[in-house]
T-cell receptor, first 115, second 113 residues
Framework: AQSVTQLGSHVSVSEGALVLLRCNYS??????LFWYVQYPNQGLQLLLK??????LVKGINGFEAEFKKSETSFHLTKPSAHMSDAAEYFC?????????????FGKGTTLSVSS | GAVVSQHPSRVICKSGTSVKIECRSL??????MFWYRQFPKQSLMLMAT?????????EQGVEKDKFLINHASLTLSTLTVTSAHPEDSSFYIC?????????FGQGTRLTVV
């Protein structure tokens, strides 16, 4: 069964600092991988996704993530944090061999940004 | 991408009453929709898969008689929380899958008092 682990339930950075949110997956076949952001009492917004081809994926709001098969990782980064980046971030996987199946989410990481 | 609309965004109900939450796929015909539940400060947990024209598939531990799902058309799925109790208070989110991407409704905050 697929699973995803987000290391660190809470990450705090200063404005302008590097953001690194960690995600590792467990799957016999490289899955589709996603990063979502959630603001309080709102739904999820897709930041970026990895489905195939390029292993370095660029998303919205300056975020990017690199798929590393050897490390079964898909860490999310942003060179310079902004106050508006403070939110909950979820890494998710889906089975590429069973298209249309539900996503499996990690526990989430709360990102705090201080001025 | 698909646009998913969920209604209501917030609802408060008395213990013992039932609440219906609607999930609409506005621009995409979805034969399958997913319902998630999210407790405060926690992740999204899949509750059930809603299938148009057939019975929903529930995840282990989810009471199908308590969380009634109806997917009568390709654009609408409803989740009814029957005989709600305070422990049912949560954030409920629906989702549709298009190509290789999932699209989410804005969520419904249910508070049972």
């Amino acid at each position: 069964a697929q699973s995803v682990t987000q290391l660190g339930s809470h990450v705090s950075v200063s404005e302008g600092a590097l953001v690194l949110l960690r995600c590792n997956y467990s799957s016999s076949v490289p899955p589709y991988l996603f990063w979502y952001v959630q603001y309080p009492n709102q739904g999820l917004q897709l930041l970026l996704k990895y489905t195939s081809a390029a292993t370095l994926v660029k998303g919205i709001n300056g975020f990017e993530a690199e798929f590393k098969k050897s490390e079964t990782s898909f860490h999310l980064t942003k060179p310079s944090a902004h106050m508006s980046d403070a939110a909950e971030y979820f890494c998710a996987v889906s089975d590429r061999e069973q298209a249309g199946t539900a996503l499996i989410f990690g526990k989430g990481t709360t990102l705090s940004v201080s001025s | 991408g698909a646009v998913v609309s969920q209604h209501p965004s917030r609802v408060i109900c008395k213990s013992g009453t039932s609440v219906k939450i609607e999930c609409r796929s506005l621009d995409f015909q979805a034969t399958t929709m997913f319902w998630y539940r999210q407790f405060p400060k926690q992740s999204l947990m899949l509750m059930a898969t809603s299938n148009e024209g057939s019975k929903a598939t529930y995840e282990q531990g989810v009471e199908k008689d308590k969380f009634l799902i109806n997917h009568a058309s390709l654009t609408l799925s409803t989740l009814t929380v029957t005989s709600a109790h305070p422990e049912d208070s949560s954030f409920y989110i629906c989702s549709v899958y298009q190509a290789t991407e999932a699209f989410f409704g804005q969520g419904t905050r249910l508070t049972v008092v």
